[in-house]
């Protein structure tokens, strides 16, 4: 009997595993794949990229999901993520022309590959910092209004955080 068991467990297992299609896999094609699309609505936005086994990417979606400073920044921002494993299509526009190409092509086109990886931007697609890494709430905080009221028009975010105390 425990032979027996030993020689179909194996089996077993990849039948419950069969068929079963994982977010990193590409779509089969002329599979219809519905596509995100990260173009902001409003005037600025905060890609967040990240990765399955990110533990800071799972802290910071916690800080948005628990920090009331960090939810009242983020009200006049639009919010989007991507997964860098994930090969689902997106529709972006950056540098001013819209393209489509998969989660994990958009990451490494924009160069985002340690995560979290936040990348601002403007409604026209221009990049205004990209900040490779976690980020703690209050500074966070800091860095959104640094966005928001233009202040990268005219100084370093370094220079921005320090003046404002949040460093």
Known sequence: MS?????????????????KKTETEAPIKGEK??????????????LIVESKSCIYCKQLDKDIKT?????E???????????????TPVEAN???????????????????LSF???????????????IPGYVYPTQLVCIIDYVKTGAYK??????????KGCA
Do not use: H, W
Request: proline share 3%; aromatic share 8%; glycine share 4%.
């Open 33 to 46: 794949v519905e596509k995100k699309v990260i173009i902001p609505k409003k005037d600025y936005a905060l």
């Open 116 to 130: 979290p990886n936040l990348i601002f931007y403007d409604k026209q697609g221009n990049i205004i910092l990209q």
């Open 73 to 87: 920044a983020l009200k006049d921002i639009d919010l989007y993520r991507i997964l860098y494993e994930s090969y």
């Open 154 to 163: 005219e100084e370093d975010v370094n220079t921005y955080v320090k003046k």
């Open 67 to 71: 920090e009331k400073s960090l939810q």
């Open 3 to 19: 032979r027996l068991l030993v020689l179909l467990l194996p089996l077993l297992v990849l039948m419950a595993c069969e068929g």
């Open 94 to 112: 950056f540098g001013g022309k819209v393209v489509q190409m998969s989660e994990n092509e958009l990451a490494r086109t924009l160069n985002a």
